[in-house]
């Protein structure tokens, strides 16, 4: 899978307050004990109970709770301390990080001595640069064996952030990465259309999209827009039924007579018509 990549800028109104300076939820007992801690550094704080072996049996919707509730008592501190965009960048550097299945098996290892663990976070943090609760954070889940959520978590840390800071997230798929003033267009598209306050721009490469791009937003990256040559000529392919395209296939279409335009067009992607298709304006 590619691997995501989080664009260097922001798009906000002038007139936007920071999102930093957003006003905390109310605080739960979890969220309050974790501050504390956090003021303490304190890395053996447990927000839930430690991982026994049932926990490998237990419903999905449990899992996802308990991500919530990591991910909501980290919201609180960070909301509290001001710390909203340090936060959410930190725990996107903690996504790429645990992308890497081998790093939470590593942590929810029980047989692991705590000491090696805690030298593996204090790496991941020095190397990081991440803020102390960020720290005092990853130590909670590798006490209570919670490693393996953390692509939930950081899912969750970001619907929270979202919804705090009136932000929206827009994943930006092409076969080469985009110029800035290209992101910056498609950041203000979705502004647009979505009427959020702020936008933040994540991209990803796949080269099977041949050419163009796809913009993916909404919770969970329900709303697509593809742009990309990929669906063009799949649809060119609905239409001479022909087998899925793949790269390998693609002669078959130059076969047919179709060719890639010269230029690109106002949105960026190439436009792909038969060469010997003839339009005829009369009767």
């Known amino acids: 899978m590619a691997a995501l990549r989080l664009a260097s800028f922001t798009l906000r109104p002038a007139t936007a307050a920071s999102p930093s300076s957003a006003a905390a939820a109310p605080r739960s007992a979890a969220g309050a004990t974790f501050a504390r801690a956090a003021a303490r550094g304190l890395p053996s704080l447990r ?5 026994r072996r049932g926990d490998l049996a237990r419903p ?3 899992a996802d709770a308990a991500a919530e509730s990591y991910a909501s008592a980290l919201s609180e501190v960070a909301s509290e301390n001001g710390t909203l965009d340090k936060t959410v960048s930190d725990m996107e550097k903690l996504e790429k990080i645990f992308a890497e299945e081998a790093i939470a098996e590593f942590f929810d290892n029980p047989t692991v001595p705590r000491e090696e663990k805690s030298k593996l976070i204090d790496e991941i943090a020095k190397s990081s640069k991440l803020e102390p609760h960020v720290v005092n954070f990853l130590n909670v889940v590798v006490d209570n064996f919670r490693a393996g959520l953390m692509p939930q978590i950081v899912a969750e840390f970001e619907n929270s952030y979202n919804a705090l800071t009136g932000t929206e997230v827009a994943t930006v798929t092409s076969v080469v990465q985009l110029e ?3 992101l910056a267009q498609i950041a203000q598209h979705v502004q ?5 306050k702020n936008v933040r721009i994540k991209t990803q490469i796949n080269p099977e999209l041949i050419a163009g791009f796809t913009v993916q937003y909404g919770r969970d990256g329900s709303s697509l827009i593809d742009m990309s040559v990929k669906k ?3 649809e060119i392919a609905s239409e001479f039924e022909l087998p899925a395209v793949t ?4 002669a078959i279409l130059t076969a047919l007579g179709c060719e890639s ?3 690109k067009n106002q949105v ?3 436009v792909i018509f038969p060469s010997d298709l003839q339009i005829n304006s009369g009767g």
Request: neutral net charge; charged residues 20%; hydrophobic residues 40%.
């Open 60 to 62: 999905r919707a449990a």
């Open 47 to 51: 927000l839930a109970p430690p991982r």
């Open 268 to 270: 960026g992607m190439l």
């Open 180 to 182: 800035s003033q290209d």
């Open 232 to 234: 063009q000529i799949e």
């Open 261 to 263: 335009s010269a230029g």
């Open 192 to 196: 647009k259309i979505t009427g959020a």
């Open 247 to 250: 790269l390998d296939n693609l």
